[in-house]
C-alpha cells in the first residue's frame, strides 16, 4: 500500500520559515520523481516545486530564492525548505509521487495534504 504522508506545516508570521516533509512508503521512491503542490482556498492548485530522480529541481516563480525541494532517497523522504513567507504561502501543501510506467501509463500518489498558515 503506497502512502505519503506530509508534516511540518503550521502558523508562522510574515517572514517566517517553515519546513515541509513527506515520508513515503510502498514505492521505490528513488524512481519516482516528487512534486510539492498547494491549493489555497477558492484557488487551483499549483505546482510549488519539483525535484527529479537525478536531484534536479524546478520552482515556480512566485517561490523562487524563498523555496528548496530536497529528497532523501536513504530515507525516502522529500522536503520543502520554505523562507520569508508571505500571506499569500497560506495554503494546503500537498505532495506528489510520480512514474512513467512502461507502455506510457502513469503511478501517481499523493498525500493528504499539510496546512501552512502565514498569518500576524
Known amino acids: 500500500q503506497v502512502q505519503l504522508v506530509e508534516s511540518g506545516g503550521g502558523l508562522v508570521q510574515p517572514g517566517g520559515s517553515l519546513r515541509l516533509s513527506c515520508a513515503a512508503s510502498?514505492?521505490?521512491?528513488?524512481?519516482?520523481?516528487m512534486d510539492w503542490s498547494r491549493q489555497a482556498p477558492g484557488k487551483q492548485r499549483e505546482l510549488v516545486a519539483t525535484?527529479?530522480?537525478?536531484?534536479?529541481?524546478n520552482y515556480a516563480n512566485s517561490v523562487k530564492g524563498r523555496f528548496t525541494i530536497s529528497r532523501d532517497n536513504a530515507n525516502n523522504t522529500m522536503y520543502l525548505q520554505m523562507n520569508n513567507l508571505t500571506p499569500e504561502d497560506t495554503a494546503v501543501y500537498f505532495c506528489?509521487?510520480?512514474?512513467?510506467?512502461?507502455?506510457?501509463?502513469?503511478?501517481?500518489?499523493w498525500g493528504q495534504g499539510t496546512q501552512v498558515t502565514v498569518s500576524l
Open positions: 525535484i527529479s530522480t537525478d536531484g534536479s529541481t
Open positions: 510502498g514505492i521505490i521512491f528513488r524512481l519516482y520523481t
Open positions: 506528489n509521487a510520480r512514474l512513467r510506467l512502461p507502455g506510457g501509463r502513469n503511478a501517481d500518489y
